[in-house]
């Protein structure tokens, strides 16, 4: 899955491009900065890439949510329905932006349930904002149906597929805008950095004056720009963003070799009878970041992941468990334990998430073992991995 394997030359010299003008800001230094822009080369390769009008890079995958949100109008009281199984950063953008998020199902895509969200809707839903988790899709044809058909906004948290399709299309190009992240693991680093993409021009211009306190980026005098809204400050550095070109420039041979390393991992699983695969609704747009596949009960799936860890087996998850990834062990988010008051906390009627019960989720996701695809497998590193994974699954 990450980028950091493979960082080597390209990245050095993209660096060093940008310390050698000293200019470190994505904005103005005309003249100081030698014709190098390269938050502005990344946005133009990364939108050409996923096919676009319009990209912003920003600090990272959080930004890029609160963001988004913002350039979607979704503010103060707004519901924004989201999955429970994601990183706890999707929950966080909806409370930062003053709105409540209402969790959904997932299904076996692992992903948000489309069938789950219509008895959630309530008249302060505004949006949706399905994850494509551990490098795979959504049903996102059918979330896209259910948000047209009830009015509702899609926004799309991408920042751990970047590079994934559903039949053909990008994911992330869906729904109004998706986000990514290029935080230290995931497929493209920049250490910390994230992106929105979309293609209302509108959306767009409201994005890249918000993640810069508002500033409409006309005319040469910084200081006598015009201000539409009030903004923040969600910029990345040209550092940042010159060691994400260089990953970027990578992408493809990084999704060629986790496919090639996926395929034989779950080629050997598929002889075990009792193993069922994570639905994949198009197969052939996973960029295969983990093997994800079913045990025939939550017993199993413990003694699994527990005997390969034992064997030497690294990189396997147990995400039932896990308490980045999954709503059952955020205590904090139950309770709202935060550093100040929360702007949730003045809405009447918002959810007790102490209360939460998600039975379909937590019988789907008790049952499931992920497994993390590497880069930097050798073929006999490869076979070794597989050789001892049978071993662990036939004495199960
Ligand atoms: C990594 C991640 C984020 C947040 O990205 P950061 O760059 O770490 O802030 C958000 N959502 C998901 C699903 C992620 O995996």
New binding site residues.
């Given amino acids: 899955m990450p980028g950091f394997e493979i960082f080597g030359d390209e990245e050095r010299k993209e660096v060093q491009e940008v310390l050698e003008t000293g200019v470190l800001f994505r904005y103005g230094f005309d003249q100081a900065r030698k014709g190098r822009w390269k938050a502005k080369s990344f946005e133009a390769e990364l939108s050409e890439r996923i096919g676009v009008k319009h990209c912003l890079l920003c600090s990272?995958?959080?930004?890029a949510?609160s963001i988004a949100l913002a350039a979607c109008g979704i503010g103060a009281g707004d519901e924004v329905i989201i999955p429970p199984f994601?990183?706890i950063?999707?929950a966080e953008a909806v409370l930062a932006a003053g709105a409540v998020p209402v969790f959904g199902d997932i299904d076996e895509t692992l992903c948000l349930d489309p069938d789950s969200i219509e008895s959630v809707i309530s008249p302060r839903t505004k949006a949706v904002l399905p994850?494509h988790?551990c490098g795979a899709m959504a049903r996102i044809d059918r979330l896209k149906a259910v948000c047209e058909q009830n009015g509702l906004k899609m926004i799309e948290?991408a920042?751990?597929s970047l590079g994934g399709t559903f039949n053909g299309k990008a994911l992330g190009t869906f729904g109004q805008t998706g986000c990514f992240?290029?935080?230290p693991v995931?497929t493209v680093t920049c250490g910390?950095g994230?992106a929105i993409i979309t293609d209302d021009p509108n959306l767009y211009r409201i994005a890249e004056a918000y993640s810069d306190h508002g500033h409409d980026h006309i005319g040469n005098d910084r200081g006598l720009e015009g201000h539409a809204i009030l903004g923040s400050n969600f910029r990345i550095s040209e550092l940042n963003a010159a060691v994400g070109l260089a990953q970027l420039r990578k992408l493809d041979i990084m999704l060629e070799k986790q496919r090639l390393h996926k395929k034989a991992l779950k080629d050997a699983l598929a002889q075990f009878p009792d193993i069922t695969f994570r639905k994949l609704p198009d197969e052939k747009g996973d960029t295969a970041t983990f093997l994800c596949f079913f045990m025939p009960d939550e017993a199993l799936a413990r003694k699994v992941t527990k005997d390969l860890a034992a064997a030497g087996v690294d990189g396997c998850f147990y995400w039932y468990a896990n308490k980045w990834h999954y709503i059952r062990q955020w205590d904090h988010l139950k309770s709202l334990r935060a550093a100040a008051r929360l702007p949730i906390e003045l809405i009447e009627n918002r959810p007790d998430y102490s209360r939460i019960h998600l039975p379909k989720s937590d019988s789907i996701l008790s049952r499931a073992v992920s497994m993390l695809i590497k880069l930097s497998w050798t073929p006999e590193e490869l076979d070794r991995r597989i050789a001892k994974i049978i071993n662990v699954i036939r004495s199960i």
Wanted: glycine share 10%; hydrophobic share 35%; net charge negative.
């Fill in positions: 990272n995958g959080t930004a949510l994601t990183f950063a999707t994850v988790m948290d920042c751990q992240s290029f935080d995931k910390e994230g």
